[in-house]
């Protein structure tokens, strides 16, 4: 009887299991296996999902992130501009401009042909620079100390200082001193302070006080003009290059 059941086991397996709505072992490990391959996929595509997701935010990051070192570096070129515009309008006065100038060197940035205008006014900036109507009115030490500046002694005057002789009626270099403080002066007048102090670097005048006290502040003015000019320049780059606010 067993004999007979285990022959005809193959005959009678699939109605039985169709009968009892049973499944073979082998169809129930497959069912199971499709069940997993399905939740495997769902899994994977979710991940995919999870990570395309996060690109997609790390992308947005980063853009972001562009966006506001972009914002800072234009906050930061806005701040240097303010700086450097107020340091140009206190050197165009005779006042203390010593914040300013602190303020321009913290901000950093390339200074590059500046920085050795600021240098060259710096002693000043305590107290300020002259301006050029100011050096006009004090002129008058460097006239006084043109006039008392004796030439240079020529062979032929210490010739005739020894022997009484004079071969010339009038030297012309008794008179230089003051002809180019005369010359100086004009241009002074002009407005142009670079060519007067051209013409001033010809005489000995750094013995006097208050005529090497003029011409110092006359250099420091120099410095502080051209230092004016290349800051608006450094300017107009500068506003070029930030861009406009969204």
């Keep these: 009887m067993a004999l007979a059941a285990t022959l005809t086991a193959p005959y009678w397996s699939p109605p039985l299991y169709r009968l009892f709505?049973?499944?073979?072992?082998?169809?129930?490990?497959?069912?199971?296996?499709?069940?997993?391959?399905?939740?495997?996929?769902?899994?994977v595509a979710e991940l995919d999902r999870k990570v395309s997701e996060l690109t997609a935010t790390l992308a947005k990051s980063t853009e972001q992130g562009?966006?506001?070192?972009?914002?800072?570096?234009?906050?930061?070129?806005?701040?240097?501009?303010?700086?450097?515009?107020?340091?140009?309008?206190?050197?165009?006065?005779?006042v203390p401009f010593d914040a300013e100038l602190k303020a321009v060197r913290a901000l950093g940035g390339k200074l590059d042909e500046l920085e050795p205008l600021l240098t060259?006014?710096?002693?000043?900036?305590?107290?300020?620079?002259?301006?050029?109507?100011?050096?006009r009115q004090d002129f008058a030490a460097v006239t006084?100390?043109?006039?008392?500046?004796?030439?240079?002694?020529?062979?032929?005057?210490?010739?005739?200082?020894?022997?009484?002789?004079?071969?010339?009626?009038?030297?012309?270099?008794?008179?230089?001193?003051?002809?180019?403080?005369?010359?100086?002066?004009?241009?002074?007048?002009?407005?142009?302070?670079?060519?007067?102090?051209?013409?001033?670097?010809?005489?000995d005048l750094a013995s006097t006080g208050p005529a090497r006290g003029w011409m110092e502040d006359a250099r420091a003015r120099i410095a502080a003009n051209q230092a004016i000019d290349r800051i608006a320049e450094m300017v107009v780059t500068s506003v070029g290059r930030i861009a406009p606010k969204s």
């Design 21 to 43: 709505r049973l499944q073979p072992a082998g169809l129930e490990w497959q069912a199971r296996q499709e069940v997993e391959t399905g939740r495997l996929a769902r899994s």
């Design 66 to 94: 562009a966006s506001a070192n972009a914002v800072i570096a234009n906050t930061d070129a806005r701040i240097r501009v303010v700086a450097l515009l107020q340091l140009r309008a206190t050197l165009r006065r005779p």
């Design 120 to 135: 060259a006014v710096e002693a000043y900036a305590a107290n300020g620079i002259p301006v050029e109507s100011q050096l």
């Design 144 to 203: 006084d100390a043109a006039g008392r500046a004796d030439p240079r002694p020529l062979p032929v005057k210490w010739l005739s200082n020894v022997t009484g002789w004079s071969p010339v009626a009038v030297e012309p270099e008794a008179v230089r001193p003051a002809m180019i403080a005369e010359q100086a002066q004009a241009l002074l007048a002009e407005g142009n302070l670079p060519g007067a102090m051209a013409q001033l670097n010809a005489l």
